[in-house]
DNA sequence: CACCGTTTTGACCAATCAGTCAAAATGATG
DNA sequence: CATCATTTTGACTGATTGGTCAAAACGGTG
C-alpha cells in the first residue's frame, strides 16, 4: 500500500531507541537500524531525517514512556518515603532484569556527550531536571505532613538522590550485583530518615 | 635517530588518552590520535598494537596517575572523615575546573560498555573496586577510633559513596553547576556522620 | 664508506560510514 | 484500465574507518 507507509513510525523509533540505547549513539549504524527494524535504507530517509533526529525522536520517546510516566504514578503514591523507595525499588529491579545491562539512556547519553549537538543536551538535562522535580516535591511534601524530619534539606537531598541513581544505573552495568545496588538503594531512603 | 625511537611512549599514550577521554572510544579514530600526537600512523602501527591496545595502556595510565596515586596519599591523612571530605573535594574541583567536561575516563568508559572487550570491563572495575575498598578503609578506621559513629555500616556506605561519586562525575559534564555538586558532596560526608 | 637493524613515512587496502536518488511498485481514484 | 501521489527498493556516492606494507631515511658499527 504505497500510498501509506507500510510501518509505524513510533514503532521504528521505538526500535531504532533500543539499538541506540544498547550500543550507544556513535557506535550505532545506520545498517544495524535497518537490521533492527527491517526497514530498508531508503524507506527509513524517507520517513526520518536522519540518524540524528532518529536518535532525538528515541529519545523524546524514552523519556515519555519510562519515565514521565512513571514519576506521574508514583505522585499517586500517599506516602512520600515509600513513593521514593518504590523508585528505587523499580529502579534496582530494572537493572537487574535487564540482561543486557543497558543502562539507562538518559546517563548513557549524557557521557557521550561529545557526540551530540546541544538540542540532545537539552533533553538529557529536562529528563534530569524532572526526576531531581519529582524527588524535591515528595521531600518537602514528605516534610510538611511530618513523615521526613525537618532536618533533611530538600534540595541538596534532592540532588544527592539523584546522583545515587545515576550511580546506581552507573555502577549496574556491571561493577555492582544485586546486594550492592539494593544496599545503596537503602542508603538513598536513609538520607531522607 | 631510527634505531630508537623518536617519541617517548609514555607521551603518546597519554596524548592518545586524553583524545579518547575526549571523545570517547567509538568516536575517537586513528586520525584523531595521529592529529593529536603528531605520530605518523605507520610510526604508531609499529609502536602499538592498535586502537584497542592503545587505549588500554590509556586507561592504565589514568588509573596509576591519577587515581591509585590520590588514594596513596589521602591514605596518610589522620581523620578518615576529612579524607573522604578531601577526595569529594577534589573530585568537585576537577570536575569543575575542567573546561570540556570530559567527566571521568573510567566511567565513561564503564558506560560504552558494548563496545569494549571483557579485559576493558576488568580493568574498569578493578578501578571502581579500588575506591570503595579505599571507602571501606577509611569507614571502618574511622569507626575504631570513634571518629565516625558505628551506626553507619561500613560497606552500603562506602558503597553508596562510590555510586555519589559517579553521580558527580556524570551530573558534573552538564546537569549540575557548582552549587549543585557541593551539595551533593557535603551530603555524603552525611552520609559518614 | 658499506652494511645493518630499526624507525619513519605515506601510499594503499577492503570495509564501512551516513546519506542520496532514480526507477520500480503499489493501490486508491476517476 | 489509465493516472497519480506516494512509498519502496537497492544501487550508488564520496568520505572515513582501522589496519597494512614496502620503500625510504637514519645513525651506529665494522
Redesign the pocket.
Known sequence: ???????EESDVVEQAMEVFWQKGYAA?????ITDATG?????L???FD???DLFVRGLLKYGSDRRTSKLRMLETVDDPREAIGMFFDSLVKATLNDPDKKGCLLFNTALEYPSHDDDVKKLVNDGIKEVVTFFEGRISHGKESGIIPDSVETRPAARALIALVVGIRVLGRGAFGKTALQQVAQQAIDLIS
Chains 1, 2 share one sequence.
Open positions: 500500500m504505497p500510498w501509506e507507509k507500510s510501518f550505532t549504524s545506520i545498517s544495524d526497514i530498508k535504507r531508503g524507506s530517509y524517507n520517513a536522519g540518524k540524528h
